[in-house]
Nanobody
C-alpha cells in the first residue's frame, strides 16, 4: 500500500520562500516520475512542476520554483521563491509508481497542503 505525504506548507509574505516536501511511504518496485500540482479555489488543478530525470515547469512558475528528488528517490521537494499572491493554492504531490516489473505504473496523489501568500 503506497501513500504520499506532503509537508512544509503554510503562510508566507509576497516575495518570500517556502519549500514543500513529499515523501512516498510503502512498498513498491519503482517510482518513475514525481510532480507537484496545485488547485486554487474555483479553478482546475494544474501541473506546476514534474521530474522524471528531466524537469519541467509551468510558465507561471518557471524561474521561481525548483523541483528536486533525493538520492534515494522516494522524496520530491518543491522550492518556491519570489512567491506571489496568485501562488496561493492547495498543492498536491503526485507520483507514478510501479508495484512490480510487469505492470504499468499507477498514479498516486497526496492529500494536499495549503500554501497561502499574503501580507
Amino acid at each position: 500500500h503506497v501513500q504520499l505525504e506532503e509537508s512544509g506548507g503554510g503562510l508566507v509574505q509576497p516575495g518570500g520562500s517556502l519549500t514543500l516536501h513529499c515523501t512516498v511511504h510503502g512498498t513498491y518496485f519503482a517510482i518513475t516520475a514525481m510532480a507537484w500540482y496545485r488547485q486554487a479555489p474555483g479553478q482546475e488543478r494544474e501541473l506546476v512542476a514534474s521530474i522524471n530525470g528531466e524537469t519541467s515547469y509551468s510558465d507561471s512558475v518557471k524561474g521561481r520554483f525548483t523541483i528536486s528528488r533525493d538520492n534515494n528517490y522516494n522524496t520530491a521537494d518543491l522550492q518556491m521563491n519570489r512567491l506571489r499572491a496568485e501562488d496561493t493554492a492547495v498543492y498536491f504531490c503526485s507520483a507514478e509508481i510501479a508495484d512490480d516489473a510487469y505492470h504499468y505504473p499507477g498514479h498516486y496523489w497526496g492529500q494536499g497542503i495549503q500554501v497561502t501568500v499574503s501580507s
